[in-house]
């Protein structure tokens, strides 16, 4: 089987790869026993009860995960901790293959277990990439690391990239959403992503036709630029560097957790080792060619399954556009040949391939602000031992005091924070975790206080309740430097 000259590229990988889990895994550690524990929002061993009440046996195979052996405190605290052992395992280059088989089974019970905390698009493609880079990664305890991976091994992980960008740029286009189809999404993205950063105030602040130029640009990047994985290894170079350099600038004006990181970590088999020995001025070290390294039986059982991942993975992506067209008021030569594609496609391939596989949350369509919000909607929680005078209930990241400069928290995923964005969107689409959120607080629960950075809501619970709607914008350069706020906010109401 062919090879590509990727040795110290895969080195790379593996490393940057190691260095995502360990993040990802850290930072869900220090949150876990307050979103899912035995007294967290929603508690990981009430939701398998509820499962299995209502599937039985069926339960196994629709929620697959490790937590139906244990999903206690001290088990979820066990599978954080074994996480994070076997992601440094990994950055060092040890039995990368068994290790990835054990990381993936470990994150996937707990996004299972995290419920709405833990669903978002960066979690399913944490999962993704390790089935990708399994191929990818040699065999051993001790790898020979100078070996070259097949073609067919590198031709999944840029299949995967070129995935998450591709759909992330056509979503954007198909959705309908006027403010990217007439450039003016900018406009509003920097203060109404999720948690804002302060460097987002100062480029907000930049004129309209700055933000139309830069979401041109972009959108080229996403939708146009992933076809050069095609073009050859100058094309994937293009397209590697390219995506790189976007997910830098997106890093430096929010906090999007570990996405960016892991986006960077997933370009890197898009160069090659000539690339990386120019960038870093290494000396050259010749790969060593691995060839018959599997018997011919092996490598036709690796290409049938490299061969349905693909065609599971273009189900997966076809269903998404087709969604996101459905969805927005696309005209009907655009949607003509969608529903066309929908009815070749899907009709045999959902309940043929995605349906069996949607459980592992492997195998997955992306399309990240597809579309743009445009007001910012806060739901400040105030607090109150009279029902009198009230005070807020200050997050330590969204957005509350207007004078609080936005944070910058990435590569932490602060999930209740991130969370807050969605129930000011959907408040009752929420309710579940946000009354529980309520009642912990006011039953002066340690760790719900822990999760907002103030354990005086254990010591003191309040006694009274309310969450009040805000609407929130970034102030002008004029409104800054006379008042010294960060944020406008403007009362909706109770």
Not at 162 to 168: D, E, G, R, V
Not at 295 to 301: D, H
Request: net charge positive.
């Amino acid at each position: 089987m062919k090879q590509v000259d990727q040795s110290l590229t895969r080195r790379v990988y593996f490393r940057g790869l190691g260095s995502v889990y360990l993040i990802a895994f850290l930072s869900l550690w220090v949150q876990v026993h307050g979103l899912i524990g035995s007294q967290g929002l929603l508690p990981a061993e009430g939701y398998f009860n509820v499962v299995h009440a209502r599937f039985g046996a069926q339960a196994y195979r629709l929620v697959p995960s490790l937590c139906w052996f244990g999903c206690g405190d001290l088990a979820l605290h066990l599978y954080c901790g074994a996480g994070a052992v076997l992601s440094l395992v990994l950055l060092l280059g040890f039995a990368p293959r068994m290790v990835l088989a054990a990381l993936w089974a470990i994150y996937l019970s707990l996004t299972v277990a995290g419920q709405e905390f833990l669903g978002f698009q960066w979690d399913t493609l944490l999962l993704e990439m390790t089935l990708c880079s399994w191929l990818y990664a040699p065999r051993g305890w001790r790898p020979n690391w100078r070996a070259n991976p097949t073609a067919l091994a590198c031709w999944l992980l840029w299949g995967l990239a070129f995935k998450l960008m591709f759909l992330s740029g056509v979503t954007k286009l198909v959705s309908g959403d006027a403010s990217w189809l007439d450039g003016t999404a900018l406009q509003f993205h920097y203060y109404t992503q999720p948690i804002p950063s302060w460097p987002a105030w100062y480029v907000s602040q930049l004129p309209l036709v700055v933000h139309r130029v830069v979401v041109w640009i972009l959108l080229i990047i996403e939708v146009a630029v992933p076809l050069l994985v095609f073009a050859g290894r100058r094309g994937r170079q293009v397209f590697g560097l390219s995506t790189i350099a976007l997910m830098v600038a997106i890093e430096a004006t929010g906090n999007f957790g570990f996405f960016n990181m892991q986006t960077i970590v997933l370009c890197l088999p898009l160069l090659n080792d000539g690339l990386l020995r120019n960038i870093f001025q290494r000396g050259a070290v010749e790969p060593v060619t691995v060839f018959g390294e599997c018997s011919l039986y092996r490598c036709r059982a690796i290409q049938i399954a490299v061969a349905l991942i693909l065609s599971a993975s273009l189900l997966a992506s076809v269903a998404e556009i087709s969604s996101t067209a459905r969805a927005g008021r696309m005209p009907a030569s655009i949607m003509t040949p969608i529903r066309c594609l929908d009815t070749a496609l899907l009709s045999w391939g959902r309940p043929a391939v995605l349906e069996p596989l949607s459980p592992f949350r492997t195998i997955n369509g992306y399309g990240l602000f597809r579309v743009m919000t445009t007001r910012r909607s806060e739901l400040i929680i105030e607090v109150s031992d009279d029902g009198i005078d009230w005070t807020p209930c200050e997050f330590p990241y969204k957005p509350g005091q207007i004078d609080r400069a936005p944070p910058i928290v990435a590569p932490h995923m602060p999930r209740l924070d991130w969370q807050m964005w969605f129930a000011a969107l959907d408040p009752r689409g929420q309710q579940r975790w946000l009354s529980q959120l309520l009642i912990k607080l006011r039953e002066g629960d340690p760790s719900t206080a822990r999760l907002l950075g103030n354990s005086g809501l254990s010591q003191h619970p309040p006694q009274h309740f309310r969450i009040v709607l805000y609407e929130y914008n970034f102030t002008s350069a004029d409104q800054k430097a006379r008042t010294g706020a960060w944020w406008n906010r403007t009362r909706i109401g109770d």
